[in-house]
């Protein structure tokens, strides 16, 4: 690495975190509000244009999934000028108001919608000292902020003045509604091992990665947080062959893409808060704390790139799944959460709260580790054991129900209705 | 501690220009000739009858109030949580007991049957 490209580095980074501008204006106190500006005005670019790059990843991996080859004429080879263009045809497109909509509703909701995944980016902490701001509340926050979008989904269904997009709304309500249950109770696990709410201290409590510690809790966030993006297999909000499109289906131009764009931030934004949480966040085996002999924070940029890569890495798991597993059927959706998730998570979060507390003051970290590691393991074990006896007697019963059609001799006239 | 929350305020004013912009331009560069059929309600070719706010679904709003209780104990659990480190063999008994109620809440209702979808 030569010296001077070192050298260019460090001025990004002292940019981007605010230092390099605090030199120059020294302390005066307009200083501190004109830094969170500039931090507001990143923050928010960054959240909306890395969708440009999100659609034609999703695009590209689908497509490969799928065995096309994807978008491929716009901007190379590779078809990576495809967003822009997209975005330039919606930018020329006519937006069409339908008959009798709640105008107040119906234009408050795009604008609503951005609005609440931008806020979420504030507390993301992409590396040490390179964050919107570090709440001391961070998480509940984010919480907090991700439960508006719910009030926006339900303001753009009412307001359309369309069945269809008022049931899609009822059924986007109903399922983030019902799936942020076991969300809230899984993101409790990580607080209470880390004594913290701050994003920046949870990150820097995972001397050994959560999702090693508590898997279970991983698990059970990653899938309420699928629901809550209202991805496959929980996209029944906007099925496409059920309720055609779902709550935005009266929007059009832009005010459609906006929905679209909160859809992929929010993906993006998903995912990141599950490498915050469970994956350690920024940091890279103690590299992100390295200092060049200059004096140069090096680690911070390390921490950036792994921070990126581990985000990129969890947003392909995502593209991955909505390329491999159907659609749930309603009903089995609120009986996977209600019957299964919660149930698990409130059992989970007594597990963890107690071996927490059974567990010595100054034990090592990977002790502590090893301890939940295994009370994970047997809470998963017990829930599956459950789910397989509930299962071996429902398939009993129906097995005796059939023997019982069997010897009466009515098996084979069922047999004859259903061939017809 | 009150300085943190000046960027959110920030945020709050800034992030609206970010869809509005888009919008903008949109409003500006895009046709804009209404008309009657144009405008009329997207429902597979045919004209919507009735109006289109009903009543719904009462299974909705039963799911609803069970999540405003397990919403609010999530605002109890989390400063818990957080203060973990502090707290004595007491008060986790109490917190013990506090998601074992919540736990027989779940399965009261599990029991009467609201959890399931007709």
């Known amino acids: 690495m030569s010296f001077s490209f070192l050298e260019f580095l460090k001025s990004l980074v002292e940019l981007t975190t605010g230092t390099y501008l605090r030199q120059v204006w020294g302390d005066a106190p307009w200083v501190d509000p004109t830094l969170d500006v500039i931090g507001a005005l990143l923050v928010a670019t960054f959240g909306l244009l890395i969708v440009l790059v999100l659609i034609w990843l999703e695009r590209k991996v689908i497509a490969r999934f799928q065995d096309r080859i994807g978008p491929n004429r716009v901007g190379g080879k590779y078809g990576l000028l495809q967003p822009v263009a997209d975005a330039l045809k919606l930018l020329t497109k006519e937006i069409i108001t339908p008959a009798g909509a709640d105008l107040w509703a119906y234009n408050l909701a795009p604008f609503l919608i951005v609005v609440t995944v931008l806020m979420m980016w504030a507390v993301m902490p992409f590396a040490p000292g390179m964050i919107g701001v570090d709440l001391n509340i961070g998480l509940f926050y984010v919480l907090a902020i991700s439960s508006v979008s719910v009030v926006t989904i339900l303001l753009a269904g009412w307001g359309s003045n369309n069945k269809y997009a008022l049931l899609g709304a009822f059924r986007a309500v109903a399922q983030m509604v019902s799936y942020e249950v076991p969300m809230i109770l899984s993101l409790l696990i990580p607080i209470l091992l880390a004594r913290s709410m701050s994003t920046v201290d949870i990150v820097e409590a995972q001397a050994v990665p959560f999702i090693i510690v508590v898997p279970l809790s991983a698990l059970i966030f990653f899938i309420s947080s699928l629901a809550e993006m209202g991805r496959t297999p929980f996209d029944l909000l906007e099925a496409e062959s059920e309720i055609v499109a779902g709550f935005h289906i009266e929007y059009s131009g832009m005010k459609f893409a906006m929905f679209m764009l909160a859809e992929y931030a929010s993906a993006l934004f998903m995912s990141g808060l599950f490498v915050i949480v469970f994956l350690g966040g920024y940091r890279f085996f103690g590299l992100e704390t390295y200092v060049t002999s200059g004096g140069f924070a090096l680690g911070n940029l390390i921490g950036l790139v792994a921070f990126f890569i581990k985000m990129f890495v969890m947003f392909s798991v995502l593209v991955w799944i909505r390329g491999t597993l159907p659609r749930f059927r309603i009903d089995q959706m609120m009986d996977f959460n209600w019957k299964f998730l919660v149930p698990l998570s409130l059992a989970l979060i007594l597990v963890v709260a107690l071996v927490d507390k059974a567990l010595p003051v100054g034990v090592s970290a990977w002790t502590q580790a090893g301890v939940h590691l295994v009370s994970n393991v047997l809470v998963g074990a017990v829930a599956l054991e459950i789910l397989r006896w509930r299962g071996r007697k429902q398939r009993e019963a129906q097995e005796g129900r059939q023997e019982g059609l069997e010897s009466v001799g009515v098996e084979a006239t069922v047999a004859e209705a259903v061939a017809h | ?118």
Do not use: H
């Open chain 2, 1 to 118: 501690m009150i300085s943190d929350w000046r960027f959110i305020a920030f945020m709050v004013v800034i992030t609206p220009l970010f869809p509005a912009l888009p919008i903008g331009i949109n409003l500006l560069l895009g046709p804009r000739k209404p008309n009657y059929i144009k405008q009329q309600i997207y429902e597979c070719g045919v004209e919507t009858v009735g109006d289109t706010w009903v009543q719904f679904k009462v299974q909705y709003y039963i799911y609803a109030l069970i999540f405003v209780i397990f919403d609010i104990e999530a605002v109890f659990l989390f400063p818990i949580a957080a203060a973990y480190g502090q707290v004595g063999l007491f008060a986790v008994v109490e917190i013990a007991l506090f998601i074992v109620i919540l736990t027989a809440a779940l399965a009261y209702a599990w029991g009467r049957g609201v959890l399931k979808w007709v």
